[in-house]
């Protein structure tokens, strides 16, 4: 049976593109899912993508991926830095995560250098631009295998 990935993306990404194109690149979400789509299919995954403003949606998420999902993939974005609910909804999954930042969040602002999820995730992937995402679901299909 065709496993599936949750690749989950949290505040501002929706933006990619057009916000900080300096640190976050000129590609936007949209280029990054098709990018995903493509890779995960090679690799024989499913992936669901989704991205949210809002922490509970993020939470919500993270639950349903208990049932549906062999695999996360999690930029958190901001809450990354602030988020005990999205550390503990990831604690009540038991698959593989990986977390993936687009920039390498250690040469930014000293806040971007904790990461609550990284208490949680299997791997960080961090300054790798929009790759990061496809190094991550290479990771997973390994772990997965
Ligand atoms: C980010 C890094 C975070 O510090 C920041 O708040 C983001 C994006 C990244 O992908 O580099 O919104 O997660």
Redesign the pocket.
């Known amino acids: 049976m065709t496993k599936t990935v949750f690749i989950l993306n ?4 929706n933006l990619l593109g057009q ?1 900080q194109p300096e ?2 690149g000129r590609e936007t979400l949209a280029d990054i899912e098709t990018a995903c789509a493509e890779v995960a299919a090679d690799l024989g995954l499913a992936t669901r993508f989704f991205q949210s403003n809002l922490e509970g949606e993020i939470v919500e998420q993270v639950h349903a991926a208990r049932a549906e999902a062999a695999g996360i993939v999690i ?7 602030t988020s005990v609910a999205i550390l503990d909804a990831l604690k009540a999954f038991d698959g593989p995560v990986i977390e ?6 250690h040469k ?2 000293a ?2 250098h904790h990461s609550y999820v990284s208490l949680r995730a299997d791997g960080v992937i ?2 790798c631009g929009s790759q ?1 995402y496809l190094l991550a679901l290479q990771r997973l299909s390994a772990l997965l295998s």
Do not use: D, K, M, W
């Not at 993936?100 to 969040?105: A, R, T």
């Open positions: 949290g505040p501002n990404l916000r640190i976050y930029n958190p974005a901001a809450y990354t830095h993936v930042h687009l920039s390498n969040v930014r602002e806040f971007r961090a300054g990061g």
